[in-house]
Each structure stands twice: as C-alpha cells, then as structure tokens.
C-alpha cells in the first residue's frame, strides 16, 4: 500500500453529497450495491476522506499527515476488518497464529469472531487529535452468526466518535438486526459511458464487450478480461450457434473443452446465456452477449420457455456446488446435454 484509496470517477458527486453532511454523520453505515462496481474502493475512500485534517469538498486532500498515514497503510484511527485470505490478496502478509499448530494453515475465508473483539482495546485509545475513528469490514457476510453478534454488540453502544463502513453486495443476506443497527448507502451501477471510458483508461481492448459480459459492472468487467480470453469465450459461441441450428449438435468435443476450464467459470457463461435467452423470450434486448444476439434469439423462440427456467434454475444450483464434481468428464457432459435439450425446438403435437 503507498496510495491514498481514492474514489471511482462515478462515485465522486454521491461521495461528496454523502461526506459533506459528516457534522449528523451516522456511526455505521452499510454500503451495498452489485459485484463489481467498486464498493470496497468506495468505503476505503470514504475512511480515507473522514480521516482526512482539511477535507476539500467532503473529500480527502492527499497531503495533510493523516492523508500520509492513510496512503502507507499506517493511520491508527484505521482499521480494516476482512478474512484473512482477502487481506493476503491485497499483498498483506497474515499474522500467523502458532499457539494453535506449527502446520500452516489456509488462511481464513471468514471475518472471525477473534477480529472483532480486538476492537474493544481499539475502542479505549484515545483518536489522533479527537478525530474520528473508522472501521472498513467487508465483505460483511464473510461475519459468521458469532462475528455478526459480535459486530451487532459493538453498534448496539457505539464507541463514540467511530464510524463502521460495512460492504455488502446484498443486505437480504445478513444478519438482520445488524442491517437494522445501520443507514444504508446503495451505490448503484454506474452509467455506460462512464464505466467505458473508465475501461478504456485502465488499457482494457474490447470494453464494450466485456462490460457487457460483466452486466454492467465495470471492476467485474476488468476482472473477466484479465482472466478469460475473450467476452464471449469460443466454445459458447460454438454452443450457441449449434443450439439455434437445425441440425442437432454434437456436444461432445465442447464437452471435452470445458472440461478443462474451472466449473464456476463455464456455469457463469451458461448462466448468463440463459439470461439472455430468457430476455429474448420476454422479447427484451439481451443484456451479456450481444453478439450472440441472433442465435440467442432463435433459441428463444423454439424452446420451451418452461425449460429453460428449469435449467436455468439447475444451473443456479450447481453454481453454489461447482467446487468439486465428483467426475468433471461426466459433469460437464451432463451439463451440456441438459443445457441442449433445454434450448431444443419444442416438438409439434
Ligand atoms: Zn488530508
């Protein structure tokens, strides 16, 4: 870390009009939105901007020494609460906890429980010049029922002068009362426009396509061009085109080259097709694959729209499971007969 987080350029005028009211600011807040749209950056803006000794317009200026402290990771009035295994992503290395074993373990998916009772000595220092002092947890549902209570504790008698910026990309599922304990935030989708140029600027090719693929969200949709070869991968175009054709396809060899792919990655581009087919059977525009958009709706008009909820649904299911198939060969063939049976012309009585 040695930069100051700094907001999105969507963000900036819903920031500015948020911060600017700090005098009544609520002292937990839950910022929410879709995957990908750049909450997390948004709420280590924010702390950065509440931080911050000569605010220019609500926002953090970026030279004054708590800004300095912020930007090398250092400020005592600051603390990041997320797993384990989401701070080693960052680049921060993990304390290890050797009381327990000398073996290593995987770090931590969840916010533990431990985490937040850490707070409390936190909750008893004094804050840098009686400043503020502000918790970013994200993302709030890696709290387990024991850290959600724990949490649900601190807000029920909130340390003054401390503020909780809780993450969330869907508040329905969490704990509650917390949702209760908090004001809520909804950051919405950024527009189009903005999110293109924001692609163009971070050097992504086809930004247009990704962003589509990505439902609009442009972090997600710069994650997928760093990890996928194109916004539309060539075995779905292939699958799409053989599903809209006449003839009955041969799904094996497409079979066999996903098999090769993680399963989370090819059941979310099924998923997202069956989006999209779905969308053309209410006669809407498709939202993931434009360029599939003839196919897709030939597809909708022959099949069963019956069907395709069905899989649809079925894909949902074996999203949550796709960790580990049993047999990825028969998975992923089974998957495909299912999806092409799905999209087959309905036969006529
Ligand atoms: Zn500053």
Not at 75 to 96: F, M, S, T
Not at 109 to 129: C, K, M, P
Not at 154 to 167: A, D, G, K
């Amino acid at each position: 870390m040695s930069a100051l987080p700094d907001f999105l350029p969507w963000q900036r005028e819903l920031a500015q009009q948020w911060l600017n009211q700090r005098e009544r600011f609520a002292h937990a807040w839950l910022l929410h939105g879709l995957p990908g749209i750049g909450k997390k950056q948004f709420a280590l803006a924010a702390a950065a901007s509440l931080l911050c000794e000569q605010p220019a317009n609500g926002l953090a200026c970026g030279t004054c020494p708590a800004c300095l402290w912020v930007a090398g990771g250092n400020h005592p009035d600051l603390r990041r609460i997320r797993p384990d295994a989401v701070a080693q992503e960052e680049g921060v290395a993990v304390e290890e906890d050797t009381s327990v074993s000398t073996v290593k373990k995987t770090p931590s998916r969840d916010i533990r429980v431990e985490q937040l009772r850490a707070l409390g000595s936190w909750f008893n220092t004094a804050t840098h010049r009686g400043g503020w002092r502000v918790a970013v947890l994200y993302p709030a549902r890696a709290m387990n029922m024991i850290a959600a209570n724990a949490l649900l504790k601190v807000l029920e008698e909130p340390p003054e002068h401390t503020v909780f910026l809780l993450v969330a990309d869907a508040p329905d599922r969490l704990l509650p009362t917390l949702v209760s304990r908090c004001r809520r935030l909804p950051l919405p989708v950024p527009d189009p426009a903005q999110s293109l140029a924001w692609l163009q600027a971070e050097q992504v090719s086809r930004a247009d396509e990704w962003l589509a693929a990505a439902g609009g969200a442009p972090l997600l949709a710069k994650a997928l061009s760093l990890s996928n070869d194109s916004p539309c991968p060539d075995w779905l175009q292939q699958l799409t085109k053989g599903l809209a054709g006449s003839a009955t396809s041969d799904i094996g060899p497409l079979a066999d080259q996903i098999e090769k792919l993680a399963p989370d990655a090819w059941i979310d581009s099924l998923q997202r097709l069956f989006v999209d087919i779905l969308l053309a059977a209410s006669e809407a525009q498709v939202r993931y694959y434009p360029a599939l958009e003839s196919h897709i709706n030939t597809i909708a008009a022959q099949a069963s729209r019956q069907h395709l909820g069905d899989t649809a649904r079925w894909l949902t299911q074996q999203r949550r499971i796709a960790g580990h198939p049993l047999n990825a060969k028969l998975f992923t063939h089974s998957a495909l007969q299912r999806v092409a049976l799905a999209c087959n012309p309905v036969r006529q009585p």
